[in-house]
C-alpha cells in the first residue's frame, strides 16, 4: 500500500470517528428537545434523578462495623437484649427491613422504631460510641413493626421450610441442611416512608428467649438488610 492510500485511509477513519460523535450530540440533542417540548415548559422539568443510597449503621449514625450484637447471657434473669442500629440513605421515598437469621438458640426477633434520647430520660439501649468516645441512649417509640415470615415451618418464625424456593435460592440442590442452620427470613410488613434526604432512622431489635435456655448453645447469626420499597 503506498504512503498517499494510508494516508487517505486514516483521513476516512478520522472522518468517520468524527461523524460518529456528531451523529451522537445531534441524537442526544434530538432527544433533550423532544423531552423539553413533551414537557411543554421548563419549568416543570423534575431534578436530575440522583442515585438512590441506603446503608446499615450502627448507633450514633456509625459505620456498621461497630453493630455488636455478642455477649447475649440466656442464663441470666434478665430474657432478653435491646440493640440499636439504623438505616441511612439519600433519595429515597420508602424501604423495607428485611432480616435472615439461623435458629440455634430459638430467639425472638421484634423490631421497634427509636429515637436518640437523654440520659436523663428512659431509655431501652445504652450505645457507648468507639468512635466519640461516649454513651448514646436510645428508647423504642411505638408499638412494634409488623413483619412477614416469608418462609416459615408452619408459619412458624422459629425453624425454616426444608424445601422452598427461599431453600433452593440459598442451597440449590444441596440438601443435608441441619434444620437449625437453614435461616428464617422476614420482612418488615409495611413500608417505612422517608420524608427527608440524607436520612438516618434508628431502630432498636428486641431478642427475647424462653426462660430455660443456658449458655451451651452454639452461635447464631443475623443479618440486616434494607430493601427499597
Known sequence: MTQTSEKKNRLIRRLCFAVLIAACVFAAAGAARAWLSYERRAAAIAEIDAPMSLWIRAGNDEDAMYLDMSNINVAGTQKYKDFVFAIAGEYINSFKIQLAYTTNNQFSYDLYYADEVSSTD?????????????????????????????????????KAKASDSYYTDTYG??????????????????????????????????????????NDRETDMIYISATVA
Not at 412494634?144 to 422459629?158: C, E, F, K, P
Not at 434444620?179 to 436520612?199: G, I, K, L
Request: hydrophobic share 30%.
Open 122 to 158: 428512659e431509655y431501652d439501649v445504652k450505645y457507648y460510641s468507639k468512635v466519640s468516645d461516649e454513651y448514646h441512649y436510645y428508647a423504642s417509640t411505638g408499638s412494634q413493626i409488623a413483619m412477614d415470615v416469608l418462609n416459615g415451618l408452619n408459619g412458624s418464625d422459629r
Open 173 to 214: 440442590s444441596y440438601t443435608t441442611v441441619h434444620e437449625n442452620a437453614r435461616p428464617v427470613y422476614c420482612q418488615t410488613t409495611d413500608s417505612v416512608t422517608v420524608h427527608q434526604t440524607p436520612f438516618v432512622q434508628f431502630f432498636i431489635l428486641h431478642v427475647s428467649w424462653d426462660s430455660d435456655r443456658e
